[in-house]
């Protein structure tokens, strides 16, 4: 089955310190992801996508992420980390099926800040 | 303003009392979808609909309903529920092969 894994649950990082996090996708010869943001109360936001082309793409709020085909890896990263990014980070990849499209989500990971 | 709404934003209600959460774009967007979120099981899709008058189930459809009669609008329909439909609902939408818009979710609780 298709699926978009997370490999970690939570993780914790100090302020100013690098993020990274991790996102494997198990289908499609070209996938089409996402990383989202879901900000404590709030909906999810789209931190950026990636459909084609250079294989890293940056988003908002300083993130970006790497394409690696060979991996199947997706993952997110951000040089300096500030409070305000603790959220939960959600991978999705947009596959076909059955003749319509889905929207497949990793089970999120929970990003601790620490001052 | 491109957005999601949905309506209400909370909502307390008892076993068997049937409830509807309204949805609805400004975007023009052909797909919609309706979402749970629930502690350690991430977003799970209920239905969705690639069109007006087109829906389809997702993972988790028991206990739903759906329609699609005008474009901008998806309500989901709970014609009975039961305290484990108690979760956080999310109403999105987004065009063909593109990147998908939240609305800002509905925390119901049936007791």
């Known amino acids: 089955a298709q699926s978009v894994t997370q490999p970690d649950i939570h993780i914790t990082v100090s302020e100013g310190a690098s993020l990274e996090l991790r996102c494997n996708y198990s289908?499609?010869?070209?996938?089409?992801l996402f990383w989202y943001v879901q900000s404590p109360g709030q909906g999810l936001q789209l931190l950026l996508k990636y459909f084609s082309g250079d294989t890293l793409v940056q988003g908002i709020k300083g993130f970006e992420a790497e394409f690696k085909r060979s991996q199947s890896s997706f993952n997110l990263r951000k040089p300096s980390v500030h409070w305000s990014d603790a959220a939960e980070y959600f991978c999705a990849d947009l596959i076909t099926q059955g003749g319509s499209e889905k929207l497949v989500f990793g089970k999120g990971t929970k990003l601790t800040v620490n001052p | 303003e491109a957005q999601v709404t949905q309506n209400p934003r909370y909502l307390i209600t008892v076993t068997g009392k049937k409830l509807t959460v309204t949805c609805s774009q400004n975007m023009n967007h052909e797909y919609m979808s309706w979402y749970r979120q629930d502690p350690g099981l991430g977003l799970r899709q209920i239905y969705y609909s690639m069109n007006v008058e087109v829906t389809d189930k997702g993972d988790v459809p028991e206990g739903y309903k759906v329609s699609r009669k005008e474009k901008r609008n998806f309500p989901l329909i709970l014609e009975s529920p039961s305290p484990n439909q108690t979760s956080l609902y999310f109403c999105a939408s987004r065009r063909v092969f593109n990147e998908q818009f939240f609305g800002p979710g509905t925390r119901l609780t049936v007791l």
């Open positions: 289908y499609g010869a070209t996938p089409y």
